[in-house]
């Protein structure tokens, strides 16, 4: 148990703006080597987070993707039979086809267990696996080692890699699960910070076009019965699309129908009601 | 050290874990923690697992640190009902001091927590009119479905909270929003609607079974007795009909729209509709209620065994219910009282259920909630509540 060295410390990194709140649990995470669970609308960050702290820290970052129909052990390492199969066949490989090991790859979190240096592991999308996998990875992650049957050897973790998981769920992950990690809830950002963050991602964009375009979005945020609320990232999508339009004069784009509503709206009854909004309201 | 703050957010139901606790401790002798702001994250990120409880625990923290008033359950759904309906006020503010019976000038030296507070002492006086009195609503001049911009669903988030002390922080209460004061939550109603769906097979024989076909065949001698089974699939037709309409349901949507949700992903016929306090000639077909209107006299065409569930929190003014036009749109106007529609509806499916968010022992207030439940049996959208729900429409 280490103190974290100052320099060690994530205070924010070049693309992604970050609040006081966060940047001090990102680090008692740290220092207590804990996972960090995010838990957000989609579209505010979760995984921008994990980049943005690789990044500050000088990490190489290593992303598992959660897919449903994932077993642990795809996650850990794979031992690659068909290679072996074919080498001893045809034996113009370097590898020894009697040693196992040569055929063992190491799945994402392996990877961050034998990296040379301290990794940050993203686990995204964690609540597309089933209750099991969440749990069996969590003891994998609480002990840093997991064992190869194949070759009866334990891997364990060199150095503790940073555990960021995200999470879309409705439903709260089992409760095991939620005791091993700490948690936190990215709200969507204010008017303020929406500003901060598009002047980190777009450092020359208008004035106006700026304060006109967070205006919008924040009144189309609050068309009733949306089914996907536009988040963070279709707001910066939005701006992307109305830059690339020469014809796009900030004052109009709160007159009469927003242009490009399809970059916002990607349900398409959500479209239509946007729509009907923008052409009662004048949004 | 802080036992006492661990005891009260486990007994206000913040479902934290000694290990967690543990941790919290581990992290204070590591020194990470080196203020009350320090203390107030940490605190919560370890402590606290789900952002239902944020509120929760916002409002212990400001308690015991701070002495601010402990949460009280009874009041949350005044203060939120009374919240939107003054939001919206708020952008007619003549409207407002008219019903007040306050001058306009008067009105606007209050700050808005003044506001709230006198607005909330006129209501307790009138708990029951809040729908019933029309000057209450307004109903009779402009259609309270009040696009206002105001979303209780919506968020409230206090950013970046550089230089306010903690207790402030936890004072905004900024994760209201995810609070779980709202009757239902999320992993709850899969679970209820479940048992809609494990139901004892209700289809026709109408499936040969070849295996006891031959079985009995051969007992008989070669004289052919064919065996049917019931087709085991899951024959339940379910109508939902949900109130989307104006701000008097507007706190509890995200609640119906979590029903909603799971609804649609556990039945393989469910025909969901909408509509606006209470149901005329027409149902909506769309949340907008506008483009696709079914006739209610069509479902008598329908299969009488098809479950209706009726979520709304069946308040309004009493003549919207009575009145022979009592529908706040012109267009809903058909001759038919808005009562024989819904009776018409319990005559057609014998197994229906009304769901009302509202706590049950407010439901004596409201005359239109009590002359609903004559009609349908109503049961509070809780998970207590949606049991019997079920197991009503389940009854032989």
């Known amino acids: 148990m280490t103190r974290q060295e100052p320099s060690n410390r994530f205070t924010g990194a070049s693309r992604y703006v970050l609040d006081d709140e966060l940047a001090k649990i990102v680090n008692i995470s740290m220092a207590l080597e804990m996972p960090l669970l995010l838990k957000g609308e989609p579209g505010t960050g979760k995984t921008m987070l994990a980049h943005a702290i690789a990044e500050a820290l000088g990490m190489p970052l290593i992303v598992l993707n959660v897919k449903s129909s994932m077993k642990l052990v795809e996650a850990l390492y794979q031992y690659d039979t068909l290679t072996r199969l074919n080498d001893s066949r045809f ?47 969590l003891d994998v992650l609480d002990q840093m080692e997991f064992d190869i049957i194949e070759i009866d050897k334990t891997v364990s973790a060199r150095h503790r890699p940073v555990i960021i998981i995200t999470s879309n769920a409705k439903k709260d992950l089992s409760d095991p699960f939620l005791g091993r990690c700490n948690f936190h809830h990215i ?31 924040y009144r189309m945020r609050q068309i009733d019965g949306i089914e996907k609320r536009p988040a963070t990232r279709e707001l910066i999508n939005w701006i992307r699309a109305l830059q690339a339009d020469p014809d796009c004069k900030p004052a109009q784009i709160g007159k009469g129908e927003p242009p490009y ?11 239509q009601r946007a729509r009907e909004a923008a052409a009662r309201r004048r949004l | 050290m802080f036992i006492d703050f661990f005891y009260k957010l486990r007994d206000l139901g913040v479902q934290v874990s000694p290990t967690a606790f543990l941790t ?32 929760l625990f916002d409002q212990v923290f400001a308690h015991h640190f701070k002495g601010a008033d402990m949460p009280d359950p009874k009041g949350l759904e005044l203060d939120e009902l009374a919240r939107s309906m003054l939001e919206h006020w708020l952008q007619q503010p003549q409207e407002l001091a008219r019903l007040l019976g306050m001058d306009e000038k008067a009105l ?34 402009y259609s ?11 968020m409230r988030v206090g950013g970046a909270s550089g230089g306010k002390s903690a207790v402030k922080v936890a004072l905004e209460r900024r994760y209201k929003d995810y609070s779980q004061d709202g009757p239902l939550t999320q992993a709850l109603v899969g679970e209820a609607l479940k048992r809609l769906r494990h139901m004892a097979p209700s289809g ?55 029903v909603f949700d799971y609804a649609r992903s556990q039945f393989k016929e469910l025909k969901t509709f909408f509509f606006h306090n209470t149901i005329y000639d027409t149902l909506w077909g769309d949340p907008a209620r506008y483009r696709k209107p079914q006739r209610i006299a069509e479902f008598a065409r329908l299969d009488p065994e098809t479950r209706l569930v009726i979520v709304g929190d069946a308040s309004m003014a009493p003549y919207e219910l009575m009145a022979t036009d009592g529908s706040i749109y012109a267009e809903e106007r058909s001759g038919r009282p808005s009562i024989e529609c819904l009776l018409f509806l319990a005559q057609a499916f014998r197994r229906s259920v009304w769901l009302n968010p509202k706590p049950a ?29 079920v197991s009503r429409l389940m009854q032989k």
């Open chain 1, 91 to 137: 034996g113009d490989s370097k590898r020894d086809v009697s040693r196992i090991e040569d055929y063992i790859r190491m799945g994402k979190i392996g990877q961050a267990f034998t990296a040379e240096t301290r990794t940050v592991l993203l686990i995204d999308e964690i609540d597309k696996a089933d209750t099991d996998f969440q749990d069996d990875m």
């Open chain 2, 204 to 258: 026709p024989k109408d499936r040969l079974n070849i295996d006891k076909t031959i079985y009995q065949t051969t007992k008989n001698g070669g004289e052919i007795e064919l065996v049917f089974d019931r087709d085991l699939k899951d024959k339940l037709k379910v109508i939902l009909a949900i109130d989307n309409g104006g701000w008097s349901m507007d706190p509890f949507i995200p609640v119906v729209q979590t």
């Open chain 2, 144 to 154: 309270p479905v009040g696009h206002s911009g105001y979303h209780p669903g919506g």
């Open chain 1, 187 to 217: 709200a969507f950002p204010d008017g303020d910070t929406m500003r901060r963050i598009l002047r980190v991602h777009f450092p020359s964009l208008d004035k106006d076009l700026l304060e006109q375009s967070i205006a919008v979005f």
């Open chain 2, 24 to 55: 919290l401790h581990r992290a204070l002798a590591m020194g990470l923690v080196g203020s009350l702001e320090d203390f107030y994250t940490a605190s919560r990120s370890i402590l606290v697992k789900s952002e239902r409880y944020f509120d």
């Open chain 2, 361 to 389: 022992e407010t439901w004596a207030y409201t005359r239109t909630i009590s002359a609903i439940r004559e009609i349908f049996p109503m049961f509070e959208l809780t998970i207590e509540g949606l049991e019997k729900a």
């Open chain 2, 108 to 141: 606007k030296k209050l700050t808005p927590e003044q506001l709230l507070e006198y607005f909330k002492e006129r209501l307790k006086e009138q708990t029951e009119a809040h729908h019933g009195g029309s000057k209450w609503i307004g109903t009779g001049g």
């Open chain 1, 261 to 271: 509503l399809g970059v916002l709206f990607k349900k398409s009854q959500d479209y």
